[in-house]
């Protein structure tokens, strides 16, 4: 059974067709890459699957449910995490306390808990730092830890939106061009965790622009052009396909 | 059924009043983006200033509007010269509170200045007209007309020069208005100017049919800001639309609430408006990217 | 003397309530409030009728608290699915439509005219002992909700509502709805507010819906801003700062002879204009908070 299953969807404004009739399947763990030209609709089609943009016609299943007209933040619940292009990190909260915010809905975030029962919300906070801390390590972010979020670099950012959905243990992830705007030696380090988490089993889906960057690490890619899905497989036979060649018009491919 | 015909033109009429400021917020605030809540006492300040001129001795009163018409397009420009445009990379709360700030300022020192007393533009009075029970004040014939023309005309300005077009485009589509970054100052001052001009001529109009007191124009921001809202941000026909049917809507409350609750009637068609088809009769909804 | 002193002190309290509620729906979670003397308004004139009803003051203070807690749950509804400026408008139009209900249902609440004889607090007192009785238990009122407002912005909660603040699409992507939390908070502040138009109207004993016009959910914001934006030491500070300007503008009167008292209103609403406008231009950290613009 596959994890993800989008089928047949098709994404209007308007008159305009921004995604057409779009059909793709993703298995656990698996890596796909989404590249396409400006306009070519990967965007959209992104934010259809994350529940941010709602589809004309169409059907998206994830982990067996379907959550089509389910929202943003019950695809997240289910295990369907994104990043987004422009961090959107909380900028006036710490490092650690914006995982600590990440972390998924306990009683201790309830109303009640700030007067009430304070000595075990404290209990589960010391729970929840660990694990934050486990994540921050891992995303070598450790140093910046107790930072406000708002100070940190593109590239730091971008670690942490990563770091953050990982507190929801999350069965699929979807970034939204991680490269964009990060210089080299950071987009190294973002694809090593990248390859680090998908030797964890969890599912990703990049959309990126950077083929360069894309090409050399996801094992299928999906090339997207006018709304509609032009190749699908191994990177290196999608490359080579002549359609993909002449969308891209003899542009760095 | 007569009383029913009395209502409908009265709202009509009342609606194109309210045509002027809806027009004008929705223009600022589809290019500006924020909603700009000292449009009210710019128009209080437009029929204080046709008031003035009239006192003054200026001859036709048509004079004293287009002279108010000036005065108001001048303060609106200063506003922005002065205090907007310096917020333009500010959150929108700033230009929000600035501009309730800058309203509260207009309010009070035309309240020194002119004191708190009902006043009213000396025209000449004529009857009604009855058609069968229907009546009609030539002055309120006189007020449709005006505001219709001026609408025209703005519509005109909109749809025919090369800067008004602009100025359609962006308040249209707000990702152009970042895309086209910064915005030329040119363009900014006369979407200032006409701002204030709408406004202005609103009070004015809203000061021939009622009183002109220094709450005026407050009292109109409401059912100003529920016609952009009904008409789609950023889009001037359904700010004029909006504003028509915010008039009439308001006018046929009458017999189920009675004369006072006009304000109350904005506010549950906003309501109603934002929580059913927010992007109103003629926009679209933005979506977060 | 003692019993002025006391009397601006208590005012400053009940304006000190009606900030830190607002801080706390803008400062913490950055829902622009334009209506929150509504919630003021709701509470006074519930209290108010109640009490004239009989009913002991106690009670009618919490009834004040919650009748305007539960009159933003509608609000806050509708907070929910609107973007910031939308809020503000809608807040606005909401504290403008209870004025006007006021205004309006004589019948209820005696409209312009006013509603007199008010039951005041510690009647069986007199003179300054009764001042400091009133004054001390508006303190412990408000220590009491500056500390359970500080416990929770401390708390796991506080840390969702600046988060909602900074960036709510993010929250939502990580699997919340911030909708809950904005509700809760919409009612928390407006049951303070509330419960300091209940003060109010027992202190003042006398209301009219006048008193309840949009300039001072503006004194409000005034005094946030002046203190800090989301610190709830700044809305104390804020709201006795505001008192200093209200009740100094009253000593204008007695320097320039023959103001009269409408111009005095004038003057104050030019003032508390020129202060906005100055303060969102050259101390934007007064409305941003820590927030970087």
């Given at each position: 059974m596959s994890l993800l299953e989008v089928q047949h969807a098709c994404v209007?404004?308007?008159?305009?067709?921004?995604?057409?009739?779009?059909?793709?399947?993703?298995?656990?763990?698996?890596?796909?890459?989404i590249a396409g030209t400006n306009g070519a609709g990967k965007s959209t089609l992104f934010a259809a699957i994350a529940g941010q943009q709602a589809t004309s016609t169409g059907r998206i299943e994830f982990g067996g449910a379907d959550v089509t007209r389910k929202p943003v933040h019950q695809r997240a619940?289910?295990?369907?995490?994104?990043?987004?292009?422009?961090?959107?990190?909380f900028a006036n909260l710490s490092v650690l306390e914006n995982l600590l915010a990440a972390a998924p809905n306990g009683r201790h975030e309830s109303l009640l808990a700030s007067w009430v029962g304070r000595r075990a919300s404290r209990h589960q906070e010391l729970e929840l730092v660990r694990q934050a801390d486990e994540i921050l390590a891992f995303v070598k972010l450790m140093p910046v830890r107790d930072q406000s979020a708002g100070g940190l670099s593109g590239g730091q950012k971008k670690l942490l939106e990563l770091a953050r959905v990982l507190m929801l243990s999350p069965k699929l992830i979807m970034l939204d061009e991680p490269f964009a705007g990060v210089n080299p030696v950071l987009i190294g380090e973002i694809i090593e965790v990248l390859r680090k988490l998908h030797g964890r089993g969890i599912a990703l889906i990049v959309v990126e622009h950077h083929l360069q960057a894309l090409k050399s690490f996801v094992q299928r890619l999906i090339v997207m052009d006018q709304g509609r899905i032009l190749a699908d497989g191994n990177p290196h036979l999608v490359l080579d396909d002549p359609r993909v060649q002449a969308a891209y018009m003899g542009g760095v491919v | 059924?007569?009383?029913?015909?009395?209502?409908?033109?009265?709202?009509?009429?009342?609606?194109?009043?309210?045509?002027?400021?809806?027009?004008?917020?929705?223009?600022?605030?589809?290019?500006?983006?924020?909603?700009?809540?000292?449009?009210?006492?710019?128009?209080?300040?437009?029929?204080?200033?046709?008031?003035?001129?009239?006192?003054?001795?200026?001859?036709?009163?048509?004079?004293?509007?287009?002279?108010?018409?000036?005065?108001?397009?001048?303060?609106?420009?200063?506003?922005?010269?002065?205090?907007?445009?310096?917020?333009?990379?500010?959150?929108?709360?700033?230009?929000?509170?600035?501009?309730?700030?800058?309203?509260?300022?207009?309010?009070?020192?035309?309240?020194?200045?002119?004191?708190?007393?009902?006043?009213?533009?000396?025209?000449p009075l004529v009857r009604a007209w009855n058609f069968d029970g229907i009546r009609v004040l030539p002055t309120d014939l006189a007020i449709a007309g005006v505001a219709l023309a001026l609408l025209?005309?703005?519509?005109?300005?909109?749809?025919?020069?090369?800067?008004?077009?602009?100025?359609?485009?962006?308040?249209?589509?707000?990702?152009?208005?970042?895309?086209?970054?910064?915005?030329?100052?040119?363009?900014?001052?006369?979407?200032?100017?006409?701002?204030?001009?709408?406004?202005?001529?609103?009070?004015?109009?809203?000061?021939?049919?009622?009183?002109?007191?220094?709450?005026?124009?407050?009292?109109?921001?409401?059912?100003?800001?529920?016609?952009?809202?009904?008409?789609?941000?950023?889009?001037?026909?359904?700010?004029?639309?909006?504003?028509?049917?915010?008039?009439?809507?308001?006018?046929?409350?009458?017999?189920?609430?009675?004369?006072?609750?006009?304000?109350?009637?904005?506010?549950?068609?906003?309501?109603l408006v934002l929580m059913v088809r927010p992007g109103g009769l003629f926009g679209h909804v933005e979506k977060v990217r | 003397m003692d019993a002025y002193l006391l009397a601006i002190g208590t005012i400053v309290l009940i304006y000190a309530l009606l900030a830190i509620g607002l801080n706390l729906q803008y400062g913490e979670t950055g829902l622009i409030n334009f209506?929150?003397?509504?919630?003021?308004?709701?509470?006074?004139?519930?209290?108010?009728?109640?009490?004239?009803?009989?009913?002991?003051?106690?009670?009618?203070?919490?009834?004040?608290?919650?009748?305007?807690?539960?009159?933003a749950v509608p609000l806050g509804f509708a907070a929910l699915r609107l973007r910031d400026d939308y809020l503000a408008i809608v807040t606005l139009g909401f504290s403008e439509t209870v004025r006007l209900v006021i205004q309006q249902e004589e019948w209820l609440t005696r409209g312009v005219q006013g509603l007199p004889g008010i039951p005041g607090l510690f009647t069986s007192l007199a003179g300054t002992p009764r001042?400091?009785?009133?004054?001390?238990?508006?303190?412990?009122?408000?220590?009491?909700?500056?500390?359970?407002?500080?416990?929770?912005q401390r708390?796991?909660?506080?840390?969702?509502?600046?988060?909602?603040?900074?960036?709510?699409?993010a929250v939502e992507a990580l699997g919340k709805n911030p909708s809950g939390f904005k509700i809760r908070v919409f009612?928390?502040?407006?049951?303070?507010?509330?419960?300091?138009?209940?003060?109010?109207?027992?202190?003042?004993?006398?209301?009219?819906?006048?008193?309840?016009?949009?300039?001072?959910?503006?004194?409000?914001?005034?005094?946030?801003?002046?203190?800090?934006?989301?610190?709830?030491?700044?809305?104390?500070?804020?709201?006795?700062?505001?008192?200093?300007?209200?009740?100094?503008?009253?000593?204008?009167?007695?320097?320039?002879?023959?103001?009269?008292?409408?111009?005095?209103?004038?003057?104050?609403?030019?003032?508390?204009?020129?202060?906005?406008?100055?303060?969102?231009?050259?101390?934007?950290?007064?409305?941003?908070?820590?927030?970087?613009?």
């Open positions: 209007d404004f308007g008159a305009f067709r921004a995604v057409s009739d779009v059909s793709l399947s993703l298995a656990e763990g698996e890596l796909l890459g619940r289910f295990g369907l995490a994104r990043t987004f292009q422009t961090p959107r990190e | 059924m007569v009383g029913f015909f009395n209502l409908l033109i009265n709202g009509l009429i009342e609606g194109l009043i309210i045509a002027l400021p809806a027009l004008s917020l929705t223009l600022v605030m589809g290019i500006n983006r924020f909603p700009n809540a000292s449009a009210g006492d710019t128009m209080t300040f437009g029929a204080y200033a046709a008031l003035g001129l009239q006192y003054a001795g200026v001859a036709f009163f048509s004079f004293a509007v287009m002279g108010s018409l000036i005065a108001g397009a001048l303060l609106s420009w200063l506003c922005y010269r002065l205090v907007f445009q310096r917020l333009s990379r500010a959150p929108m709360v700033a230009s929000l509170i600035a501009a309730i700030g800058i309203g509260f300022m207009i309010r009070s020192v035309i309240g020194l200045v002119a004191g708190h007393d009902l006043h009213t533009f000396s025209l025209i005309l703005v519509f005109c300005w909109l749809k025919l020069s090369p800067s008004g077009r602009q100025l359609r485009a962006i308040a249209d589509n707000p990702d152009l208005a970042k895309l086209s970054g910064i915005r030329p100052q040119r363009l900014m001052g006369m979407l200032w100017l006409l701002s204030g001009a709408l406004c202005a001529s609103g009070g004015v109009l809203l000061g021939m049919k009622a009183v002109v007191m220094p709450e005026l124009g407050w009292e109109m921001l409401l059912p100003a800001f529920a016609a952009m809202i009904l008409g789609g941000i950023g889009q001037p026909l359904g700010a004029v639309v909006g504003a028509v049917l915010m008039g009439i809507a308001q006018e046929l409350s009458i017999p189920i609430v009675g004369p006072s609750y006009k304000i109350a009637v904005a506010f549950v068609v906003m309501l | 209506g929150h003397v509504a919630f003021f308004a709701l509470g006074a004139y519930t209290s108010a009728l109640l009490a004239l009803k009989g009913w002991p003051l106690p009670l009618s203070f919490l009834a004040a608290g919650a009748i305007a807690a539960f009159s001042a400091w009785a009133i004054f001390l238990t508006l303190l412990a009122v408000t220590a009491l909700a500056a500390y359970a407002i500080s416990l929770l708390s796991p909660f506080g840390r969702m509502l600046r988060a909602i603040r900074d960036n709510e699409p009612m928390l502040g407006a049951a303070l507010a509330g419960i300091a138009g209940a003060f109010y109207a027992h202190f003042i004993t006398f209301l009219t819906p006048e008193q309840f016009i949009p300039l001072v959910t503006f004194y409000v914001w005034m005094s946030i801003i002046l203190g800090g934006i989301g610190s709830l030491r700044g809305a104390l500070l804020g709201s006795t700062l505001l008192m200093f300007f209200l009740e100094g503008s009253r000593f204008i009167r007695d320097i320039l002879p023959g103001v009269a008292e409408v111009q005095m209103a004038n003057i104050r609403l030019a003032m508390i204009g020129l202060a906005l406008v100055l303060f969102v231009l050259y101390r934007p950290q007064g409305l941003f908070g820590k927030r970087p613009v």
